[in-house]
């Protein structure tokens, strides 16, 4: 069956620009999770949904990043006024249920000029 | 509160050697453990996944783990390395109770494979 997919790919913006990226989970998968993971380092927690109920937004760095999951399947994370601290690979990730096993997306590379 | 520390950034061995990669956690709860690794241009995948059966772990491609209570460690081996297993491998620690999850992810060792 699909894995969970992620669009675009790849994403450069200027400074300033906002963005927005989507994520496809695996159809059933009641979790939803958010990762940002910078060059060199692990990934990141940014948040995560149950269903479309946004359960926990703690790792949002800032203001500026926004996630939404509205009928609970497909979800969008959106940055807002990009910086050039927000480049790094952002990553989705679904389960069945809570944290047992999460599968991954390939990932959005965004870079920001 | 948790954390987890991969004590090692990189590790080289030969290819038919085994594999060691270190990792210390902490938590203040009973937490699930997870070794994924991540191929250069690909998706995370899970390896293996402790969740208080068994303490030690088998999973995929030869690799187990071994989760160790009093020393707070699970350390991913391997007896014979592969050239395929070149990748880098992340150890996460993981909490849930009800609606409240919690996943801190390692700083990620890679392991590098020589003929």
């Known amino acids: 069956g699909a894995g969970v997919s992620q669009s675009p790919r790849y994403k450069v913006a200027k400074r300033g620009q906002d963005v927005a990226l989507r994520c496809d989970p695996i159809s059933g998968h009641v979790s939803l999770f958010w990762y940002q993971q910078a060059l060199g380092q692990g990934p990141e927690f940014l948040t995560y949904?149950?269903?479309?109920?946004?359960?926990?937004k703690s790792g949002l760095p800032s203001d500026r990043f926004f996630a939404e999951r509205p009928e609970g399947s497909v979800s969008t994370l959106k940055i807002q006024r990009t910086q050039q601290e927000d480049s790094a690979v952002y990553l989705c990730?679904?389960?069945?249920?809570?944290?047992?096993?999460?599968?991954f997306g390939p990932g959005t590379r965004l870079t920001v000029l | 509160a948790q954390s987890v520390t991969q004590l090692d950034s990189h590790v080289s061995v030969s290819e038919g050697t085994p594999v060691l990669l270190r990792c210390n956690y902490s938590?203040?709860?009973?937490?699930?453990l997870f070794w994924y690794v991540q191929h250069p241009n690909k998706g995370l995948q899970l390896l293996l996944k402790?969740?208080?059966?068994?303490?030690l772990v088998k999973g995929i491609n030869g690799f187990e783990a071994e989760f160790k209570k009093s020393e707070t460690s699970f350390h991913l081996t391997k007896p014979s390395a592969h050239m395929s297993d070149a990748a880098e491998y992340f150890c996460v620690v993981t909490f849930s109770s009800g609606g409240y999850q919690k996943v801190t992810f390692g700083t990620g060792t890679k392991l590098q494979v020589i003929p």
């Open positions: 938590s203040s709860y009973s937490p699930s």
């Open positions: 949904f149950q269903n479309e109920a946004q359960l926990d």
């Open positions: 990730a679904s389960s069945l249920w809570g944290i047992n096993e999460q599968f």
């Open positions: 402790y969740t208080s059966a068994a303490t």
